[in-house]
């Protein structure tokens, strides 16, 4: 049962590449608030399986593991992401990984994971309160939120801003497949039966196709600020 004396939450759904892991980190510390990165669990329920050796056709099996998920996540360095954690070892690159992207998006599909990742992920609205990134932080994780935005871009521009990413990490990423990634795991999103990739009717969407993210950034927190989030002299 959610109050609405419950501590307040900021949701940024949208597409993979479409900014809001960077919004979303830069936005937690401005307000001071927690930060949950609901991707990362999928992402983590995908590499456990890969782990154990288990089927990412074995529902079953896949929901036991969401539901025993040992996820830990540890404050990076400034500015960075915060680092994933299973089982106590620090698994980042490894769930970072375009290959646990599509792994995460194959598993997500599936209700019982769903189920199983829901409390997990309300647990981490705790005062003063929280910024969600995910799909469905607007739409059904927490539909009470008091901000929701959704980012989009286009597909080629978020495969050109995870190029860059993969070439500054020493990786050479080939563009056009990414594009092909992309789309393929986006058509996943979009139609699956359950919580599919799309905004809430509730939501502000943003396009941040041709943007910075210090334009994208300035943007959300115009949006923050006209909620009584954030006091406008911040
Ligand atoms: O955001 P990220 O790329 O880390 O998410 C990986 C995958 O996890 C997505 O492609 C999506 O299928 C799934 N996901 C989801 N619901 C969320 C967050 C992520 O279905 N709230």
Redesign the pocket.
């Known amino acids: 049962m959610i109050e609405s004396s419950d501590p307040p939450v900021v949701a940024i ?1 949208g ?2 590449g479409s900014g ?2 960077s919004v979303s980190g830069r936005l937690a510390r401005k307000l001071g608030f927690h930060l949950l ?7 983590l329920t995908a590499l456990a399986a890969r782990q154990a050796g288990v089927d990412l056709g074995n529902v079953a099996a896949v929901a036991d593991l969401a539901a025993g998920l040992d996820a830990r996540f540890e404050a990076g360095a400034e500015n960075e992401p915060a680092r994933v954690l299973l089982a106590g070892r620090d698994v980042d690159d490894a769930v970072r990984s375009e290959s646990c ?1 599509n792994d ?2 194959v598993v ?2 599936y209700p019982e994971v ?1 189920r199983a990742l829901i409390g997990c ?1 309300r647990a981490f609205r705790r005062p003063p309160g929280l910024v969600a ?5 607007g739409t059904l ?1 927490f539909p009470d939120a008091r901000v929701k935005i959704f980012l989009t871009a286009t597909p080629e521009e978020r495969a050109r801003r995870r190029h860059k990413q993969l070439i500054a990490k020493g990786i050479n990423g080939n563009l056009a497949a990414l594009v092909r990634e992309i789309e393929t ?1 986006d058509e ?2 979009r139609n699956r039966a359950v ?1 599919p ?1 799309k905004p809430a009717d509730d939501a502000v969407v943003v396009d941040t196709s041709g943007h910075d993210i210090d334009s994208v950034f300035k943007r959300v927190v115009d949006i923050v600020t006209s909620s009584g989030l954030l006091d406008p002299r911040r």
Not at 133 to 137: C, K, V, Y
């Open positions: 759904d597409p993979g809001k892991g990165d609901s991707g990362a669990l999928y992402r992207g995460a998006s997500a599909a769903r992920q990134d995910g799909r469905d932080m994780v795991r996943r999103d919580a990739l």
